[in-house]
Protein backbone atom coordinates (compact mmCIF):
# COMPACT_ATOMS: atom_id res chain seq x y z
CA UNK A 1 0.00 0.00 0.00
CA UNK A 2 3.42 2.26 -0.67
CA UNK A 3 1.63 3.96 -3.59
CA UNK A 4 -1.52 4.73 -1.50
CA UNK A 5 0.12 6.39 1.26
CA UNK A 6 2.63 8.19 -0.69
CA UNK A 7 -0.70 9.92 -2.57
CA UNK A 8 -2.11 10.53 0.82
CA UNK A 9 1.20 12.69 1.94
CA UNK A 10 1.02 14.07 -1.11
CA UNK A 11 -2.21 15.31 -0.56
CA UNK A 12 -1.44 16.90 2.81
CA UNK A 13 1.82 18.65 1.11
CA UNK A 14 -0.44 20.47 -1.37
CA UNK A 15 -2.67 21.49 1.23
CA UNK A 16 0.38 23.53 2.57
CA UNK A 17 1.50 25.54 -0.75
CA UNK A 18 0.46 28.25 -2.47
CA UNK A 19 -1.30 26.73 -5.12
CA UNK A 20 -4.53 28.35 -6.40
CA UNK A 21 -6.23 25.31 -8.05
CA UNK A 22 -6.79 22.49 -6.32
CA UNK A 23 -5.91 18.65 -7.92
CA UNK A 24 -9.21 16.47 -7.51
CA UNK A 25 -6.82 14.26 -5.23
CA UNK A 26 -8.66 13.72 -2.18
CA UNK A 27 -8.48 16.46 0.07
CA UNK A 28 -5.77 16.90 3.13
CA UNK A 29 -8.60 15.95 6.13
CA UNK A 30 -9.64 12.99 4.53
CA UNK A 31 -6.01 12.36 3.96
CA UNK A 32 -5.32 12.23 7.41
CA UNK A 33 -7.91 10.05 8.09
CA UNK A 34 -7.22 7.63 5.74
CA UNK A 35 -4.01 7.43 7.10
CA UNK A 36 -5.25 6.67 10.83
CA UNK A 37 -6.92 3.85 9.17
CA UNK A 38 -4.32 2.44 7.58
CA UNK A 39 -2.22 2.65 10.59
CA UNK A 40 -5.12 0.62 12.21
CA UNK A 41 -5.03 -1.68 9.84
CA UNK A 42 -1.06 -1.95 9.84
CA UNK A 43 -0.96 -2.25 13.91
CA UNK A 44 -3.43 -5.25 14.34
CA UNK A 45 -1.11 -6.72 11.17
CA UNK A 46 2.11 -6.93 12.65
CA UNK A 47 0.63 -7.14 16.46
CA UNK A 48 -0.29 -10.76 14.88
CA UNK A 49 2.49 -11.39 12.91
CA UNK A 50 5.32 -9.96 14.47
CA UNK A 51 4.19 -10.01 18.49
CA UNK A 52 1.91 -12.53 19.21
CA UNK A 53 3.33 -14.84 21.93
CA UNK A 54 6.35 -12.61 22.12
CA UNK A 55 7.91 -12.04 25.65
CA UNK A 56 7.49 -8.74 26.97
CA UNK A 57 5.43 -8.12 23.71
CA UNK A 58 4.09 -4.62 24.93
CA UNK A 59 7.17 -3.46 25.72
CA UNK A 60 8.70 -4.23 22.68
CA UNK A 61 5.85 -3.29 20.64
CA UNK A 62 5.61 0.12 22.10
CA UNK A 63 9.58 0.69 22.04
CA UNK A 64 9.61 -0.04 18.39
CA UNK A 65 7.12 2.20 17.65
CA UNK A 66 8.35 4.86 19.01
CA UNK A 67 11.86 3.70 17.52
CA UNK A 68 9.60 3.83 13.63
CA UNK A 69 8.08 7.32 15.12
CA UNK A 70 10.73 9.74 17.06
CA UNK A 71 14.29 9.39 15.26
CA UNK A 72 12.82 10.85 11.74
CA UNK A 73 11.16 13.51 13.38
CA UNK A 74 13.85 14.25 15.99
CA UNK A 75 16.28 14.73 12.86
CA UNK A 76 13.59 17.20 11.20
CA UNK A 77 12.67 18.68 14.30
CA UNK A 78 16.88 19.57 15.36
CA UNK A 79 17.28 20.83 12.04
CA UNK A 80 14.14 23.08 12.16
CA UNK A 81 15.48 24.59 15.48
CA UNK A 82 18.93 24.51 14.14
CA UNK A 83 17.76 27.20 11.25
CA UNK A 84 16.25 28.93 13.56
CA UNK A 85 18.97 29.68 15.32
CA UNK A 86 21.09 30.50 12.87
CA UNK A 87 19.05 32.91 11.50
CA UNK A 88 18.20 34.62 14.87
CA UNK A 89 22.33 35.04 15.77
CA UNK A 90 23.26 36.32 12.11
CA UNK A 91 20.26 38.83 12.04
CA UNK A 92 18.69 37.06 9.45
CA UNK A 93 15.49 38.18 11.26
CA UNK A 94 11.79 38.41 9.60
CA UNK A 95 8.86 37.71 10.82
CA UNK A 96 8.80 34.39 10.05
CA UNK A 97 11.94 33.95 12.43
CA UNK A 98 10.73 31.53 15.12
CA UNK A 99 12.95 33.13 18.38
CA UNK A 100 11.44 36.79 17.37
CA UNK A 101 7.56 35.48 17.19
CA UNK A 102 7.95 33.45 20.16
CA UNK A 103 9.10 36.41 22.62
CA UNK A 104 6.69 38.74 20.77
CA UNK A 105 4.13 36.44 21.78
CA UNK A 106 5.04 36.60 25.07
CA UNK A 107 5.84 40.52 25.25
CA UNK A 108 3.46 41.37 28.20
CA UNK A 109 4.12 37.89 30.16
CA UNK A 110 5.92 37.92 33.19
CA UNK A 111 9.54 35.55 33.12
CA UNK A 112 7.72 32.59 34.77
CA UNK A 113 5.11 32.61 32.22
CA UNK A 114 7.77 32.88 29.65
CA UNK A 115 9.49 30.53 31.27
CA UNK A 116 6.59 27.70 31.90
CA UNK A 117 5.41 28.02 28.01
CA UNK A 118 9.25 27.42 27.07
CA UNK A 119 9.55 24.14 29.00
CA UNK A 120 6.11 23.12 28.05
CA UNK A 121 6.61 23.88 24.28
CA UNK A 122 9.66 22.40 24.58
CA UNK A 123 8.50 18.82 26.18
CA UNK A 124 5.50 18.76 23.59
CA UNK A 125 7.87 19.30 20.73
CA UNK A 126 10.46 16.33 21.98
CA UNK A 127 7.74 13.83 23.45
CA UNK A 128 5.24 15.01 21.05
CA UNK A 129 2.65 13.16 24.42
CA UNK A 130 4.05 15.00 27.41
CA UNK A 131 2.32 17.80 27.54
CA UNK A 132 -0.71 20.17 29.13
CA UNK A 133 -2.97 19.49 26.51
CA UNK A 134 -5.10 16.85 27.74
CA UNK A 135 -7.92 18.86 29.56
CA UNK A 136 -7.60 21.92 28.13
CA UNK A 137 -6.54 23.28 25.06
CA UNK A 138 -2.84 25.05 25.92
CA UNK A 139 -2.53 28.30 23.84
CA UNK A 140 -0.87 27.91 20.25
CA UNK A 141 2.12 30.06 20.90
CA UNK A 142 4.61 30.04 17.97
CA UNK A 143 6.78 26.99 19.30
CA UNK A 144 3.64 25.42 20.05
CA UNK A 145 4.23 22.37 17.62
CA UNK A 146 7.33 23.31 15.60
CA UNK A 147 6.60 20.63 12.74
CA UNK A 148 2.59 21.35 12.29
CA UNK A 149 1.58 17.93 11.12
CA UNK A 150 2.88 16.24 14.05
CA UNK A 151 -0.11 16.70 15.90
CA UNK A 152 -1.34 13.40 13.94
CA UNK A 153 1.23 11.82 15.24
CA UNK A 154 0.47 13.17 19.09
CA UNK A 155 -2.82 10.96 17.87
CA UNK A 156 -1.00 8.28 16.29
CA UNK A 157 1.59 7.46 19.79
CA UNK A 158 -1.41 7.35 22.13
CA UNK A 159 -3.31 4.88 19.50
CA UNK A 160 -0.32 2.91 19.44
CA UNK A 161 -0.05 2.58 23.67
CA UNK A 162 -3.77 1.08 23.74
CA UNK A 163 -3.45 -0.54 19.96
CA UNK A 164 -2.28 -4.27 21.86
CA UNK A 165 -5.32 -3.98 23.49
CA UNK A 166 -7.85 -2.60 21.06
CA UNK A 167 -6.85 -5.51 18.59
CA UNK A 168 -8.03 -8.30 20.91
CA UNK A 169 -11.59 -7.27 21.24
CA UNK A 170 -13.95 -9.13 19.63
CA UNK A 171 -15.77 -7.91 16.32
CA UNK A 172 -18.88 -7.14 18.61
CA UNK A 173 -16.84 -5.42 21.08
CA UNK A 174 -15.18 -3.42 18.66
CA UNK A 175 -18.13 -1.95 16.42
CA UNK A 176 -20.08 -0.87 19.86
CA UNK A 177 -16.76 1.27 20.88
CA UNK A 178 -16.89 3.01 17.44
CA UNK A 179 -20.68 3.39 17.72
CA UNK A 180 -20.12 4.35 21.48
CA UNK A 181 -17.08 7.16 20.15
CA UNK A 182 -18.75 8.02 17.36
CA UNK A 183 -22.02 9.37 19.47
CA UNK A 184 -19.81 10.47 22.33
CA UNK A 185 -16.83 12.46 22.17
CA UNK A 186 -16.36 13.80 25.54
CA UNK A 187 -17.30 11.53 27.99
CA UNK A 188 -16.50 14.11 30.65
CA UNK A 189 -17.60 17.57 29.67
CA UNK A 190 -17.73 19.12 33.29
CA UNK A 191 -13.80 18.01 33.46
CA UNK A 192 -12.23 17.71 29.68
CA UNK A 193 -12.28 21.11 27.60
CA UNK A 194 -13.92 20.40 24.06
CA UNK A 195 -10.76 21.85 22.30
CA UNK A 196 -8.63 19.77 24.80
CA UNK A 197 -5.67 17.05 23.45
CA UNK A 198 -8.23 14.08 25.14
CA UNK A 199 -11.38 15.20 22.90
CA UNK A 200 -9.31 15.30 19.68
CA UNK A 201 -7.54 11.98 20.21
CA UNK A 202 -11.26 10.38 21.27
CA UNK A 203 -12.85 12.00 18.36
CA UNK A 204 -10.14 10.31 15.47
CA UNK A 205 -10.07 6.67 17.80
CA UNK A 206 -12.83 5.23 15.55
CA UNK A 207 -10.89 5.77 12.75
CA UNK A 208 -8.07 3.09 13.57
CA UNK A 209 -10.74 1.13 14.76
CA UNK A 210 -12.03 1.10 11.21
CA UNK A 211 -8.31 -0.12 9.84
CA UNK A 212 -8.97 -2.85 12.48
CA UNK A 213 -12.33 -3.45 11.49
CA UNK A 214 -10.55 -3.90 7.76
CA UNK A 215 -7.99 -6.18 9.17
CA UNK A 216 -10.44 -8.56 10.28
CA UNK A 217 -11.83 -8.50 6.83
CA UNK A 218 -8.02 -9.57 5.41
CA UNK A 219 -8.38 -12.50 7.61
CA UNK A 220 -11.55 -13.92 6.21
CA UNK A 221 -10.67 -13.25 2.55
CA UNK A 222 -6.50 -14.16 3.29
CA UNK A 223 -6.95 -17.86 3.00
CA UNK A 224 -9.46 -17.40 0.23
CA UNK A 225 -8.33 -17.92 -3.39
CA UNK A 226 -8.76 -14.47 -5.00
CA UNK A 227 -7.89 -13.99 -8.85
CA UNK A 228 -5.01 -11.55 -9.35
CA UNK A 229 -7.30 -9.88 -12.11
CA UNK A 230 -9.93 -9.31 -8.94
CA UNK A 231 -7.14 -7.71 -6.66
CA UNK A 232 -5.74 -5.09 -9.76
CA UNK A 233 -9.55 -4.15 -10.54
CA UNK A 234 -10.20 -3.57 -6.92
CA UNK A 235 -6.91 -1.47 -6.27
CA UNK A 236 -7.08 0.37 -9.86
CA UNK A 237 -10.55 1.48 -9.20
CA UNK A 238 -10.15 2.82 -5.27
CA UNK A 239 -6.70 4.75 -6.69
CA UNK A 240 -9.02 6.44 -9.42
CA UNK A 241 -11.42 7.36 -6.32
CA UNK A 242 -8.36 8.80 -4.71
CA UNK A 243 -6.93 10.32 -7.40
CA UNK A 244 -10.48 11.61 -8.97
CA UNK A 245 -12.19 12.14 -5.79
CA UNK A 246 -13.87 15.57 -6.01
CA UNK A 247 -15.02 14.62 -9.42
CA UNK A 248 -16.66 11.61 -8.18
CA UNK A 249 -20.13 12.86 -6.64
CA UNK A 250 -20.99 9.59 -5.01
CA UNK A 251 -17.59 9.37 -3.26
CA UNK A 252 -18.34 12.23 -1.25
CA UNK A 253 -22.18 11.30 -0.08
CA UNK A 254 -22.26 11.34 3.60
CA UNK A 255 -23.27 8.80 6.13
CA UNK A 256 -24.65 9.84 9.58
CA UNK A 257 -21.98 11.49 11.93
CA UNK A 258 -19.31 10.60 8.80
CA UNK A 259 -19.48 13.54 6.34
CA UNK A 260 -17.10 11.23 3.85
CA UNK A 261 -18.49 7.89 4.94
CA UNK A 262 -19.04 6.33 1.04
CA UNK A 263 -15.85 6.47 0.89
CA UNK A 264 -14.44 5.44 4.14
CA UNK A 265 -16.34 2.28 3.28
CA UNK A 266 -14.97 2.18 0.07
CA UNK A 267 -11.23 1.94 2.25
CA UNK A 268 -12.00 -0.55 4.78
CA UNK A 269 -13.42 -2.94 1.96
CA UNK A 270 -10.73 -1.69 -0.32
CA UNK A 271 -7.41 -1.94 2.15
CA UNK A 272 -7.56 -5.94 2.82
CA UNK A 273 -7.46 -6.49 -1.40
CA UNK A 274 -4.98 -3.78 -1.70
CA UNK A 275 -2.53 -4.93 0.65
CA UNK A 276 -2.79 -8.61 -0.44
CA UNK A 277 -1.69 -7.36 -3.96
CA UNK A 278 1.25 -5.67 -2.75
CA UNK A 279 2.63 -6.90 -0.09
CA UNK A 280 5.28 -8.60 -1.84
CA UNK A 281 5.94 -6.01 -4.48
CA UNK A 282 9.14 -4.73 -3.46
CA UNK A 283 8.17 -1.22 -6.09
CA UNK A 284 5.03 -0.69 -3.99
CA UNK A 285 7.13 -0.96 -0.46
CA UNK A 286 10.17 1.15 -1.47
CA UNK A 287 7.79 3.73 -2.35
CA UNK A 288 6.07 3.51 0.89
CA UNK A 289 8.67 3.53 3.14
CA UNK A 290 9.30 7.36 1.46
CA UNK A 291 5.57 8.37 2.99
CA UNK A 292 6.62 9.22 6.32
CA UNK A 293 9.75 11.33 6.05
CA UNK A 294 8.24 12.85 3.29
CA UNK A 295 4.77 13.32 5.49
CA UNK A 296 7.18 14.75 8.18
CA UNK A 297 9.54 17.02 6.00
CA UNK A 298 7.54 18.85 3.41
CA UNK A 299 6.99 21.48 5.48
CA UNK A 300 10.66 22.17 6.33
CA UNK A 301 11.63 22.47 2.45
CA UNK A 302 8.22 25.04 2.12
CA UNK A 303 9.19 27.53 5.00
CA UNK A 304 12.79 27.41 3.23
CA UNK A 305 11.01 28.39 -0.15
CA UNK A 306 9.20 30.77 1.33
CA UNK A 307 12.09 32.93 1.73
CA UNK A 308 12.97 32.93 -1.95
CA UNK A 309 11.22 36.31 -3.01
CA UNK A 310 11.12 35.37 -6.78
CA UNK A 311 8.98 31.85 -6.18
CA UNK A 312 6.77 33.76 -3.55
CA UNK A 313 4.92 34.63 -7.40
CA UNK A 314 5.25 31.87 -8.97
CA UNK A 315 2.99 29.29 -6.81
CA UNK A 316 3.05 25.90 -9.11
CA UNK A 317 6.96 26.36 -9.48
CA UNK A 318 7.41 26.84 -5.68
CA UNK A 319 5.08 23.74 -5.70
CA UNK A 320 7.14 21.90 -7.94
CA UNK A 321 10.74 22.88 -6.12
CA UNK A 322 9.10 22.20 -3.05
CA UNK A 323 7.71 18.63 -4.01
CA UNK A 324 11.39 17.83 -5.50
CA UNK A 325 13.01 18.96 -2.21
CA UNK A 326 10.88 17.03 -0.14
CA UNK A 327 11.84 13.85 -2.24
CA UNK A 328 14.86 14.35 -2.09
CA UNK A 329 14.97 14.88 1.94
CA UNK A 330 12.66 12.20 2.32
CA UNK A 331 15.23 10.03 0.20
CA UNK A 332 18.14 11.20 3.04
CA UNK A 333 15.83 10.57 5.89
CA UNK A 334 14.93 6.97 5.05
CA UNK A 335 18.47 5.58 3.87
CA UNK A 336 20.93 7.31 6.52
CA UNK A 337 17.90 7.52 9.24
CA UNK A 338 14.89 5.23 9.43
CA UNK A 339 16.39 2.33 7.42
CA UNK A 340 19.40 1.63 9.82
CA UNK A 341 17.01 1.78 12.62
CA UNK A 342 14.34 -0.27 11.46
CA UNK A 343 17.23 -2.81 10.99
CA UNK A 344 17.37 -2.28 14.98
CA UNK A 345 13.61 -2.76 15.37
CA UNK A 346 13.53 -6.08 13.06
CA UNK A 347 16.48 -7.17 15.35
CA UNK A 348 15.44 -6.72 18.54
CA UNK A 349 12.01 -8.78 17.48
CA UNK A 350 14.52 -11.76 16.21
CA UNK A 351 16.26 -11.36 20.04
CA UNK A 352 13.16 -11.34 21.51
CA UNK A 353 11.75 -14.15 20.03
CA UNK A 354 15.56 -16.49 20.20
CA UNK A 355 15.73 -15.55 23.90
CA UNK A 356 11.97 -16.59 24.42
CA UNK A 357 12.71 -20.02 22.84
CA UNK A 358 15.94 -20.44 24.77
CA UNK A 359 14.14 -19.82 27.98
CA UNK A 360 11.79 -22.09 27.10
CA UNK A 361 13.88 -25.01 26.15
CA UNK A 362 15.84 -24.36 29.71
CA UNK A 363 12.46 -24.99 31.35
CA UNK A 364 12.06 -28.31 29.65
CA UNK A 365 15.49 -29.57 30.42
CA UNK A 366 15.58 -28.22 33.92
CA UNK A 367 15.52 -31.52 35.99
CA UNK A 368 12.61 -31.96 38.74
CA UNK A 369 13.44 -32.62 41.72
Same mark, same amino acid.
Given at each position: ?????????????????? +?? &?? %???????????? !?? #???? /??????????????????????????????????????????????????????????????????????PFVIISAFVTDLLRNVTLIIN????????????????????????? +?? &?? %???????????? !?? #???? /?LLTLVHNPLPFLINNNSFTVG??????????????????????????????????????????????????????????????????????????????????????????????????????????????????????????????????????????????????????????QGKNKGKNKKNKPTE
Amino acid at each position: MGLLRLLFAFSVFLSHTP +LQ &FH %LPLVGAGLAVQS !FF #VISG /FYMALILENKYAGQRHSYKLFITNRFLRIYPVYWVVLAIIVFLAVIKYSFHLVSDENLIVLFFQYYKNATPFVIISAFVTDLLRNVTLIINNDYLWRAPHDPAYLLIPPAWTLQIE +LL &FY %LLAPFLVRLRLI !FL #VFLI /FLLTLVHNPLPFLINNNSFTVGFLINLPYFLFGILSFSLYRYIRTRAISNSMLHTIYIVFMLIVIFYTMLPFASIPLPYYTNGIYLTFLILALPYTFLLTKNNSFDRAIGVLSYPFYISHMLFIKLLDNVRLLSTHPIYFTIIAFIFALLGSFVLEKFIDKPIDVIRQRRVKMNTLQGKNKGKNKKNKPTE
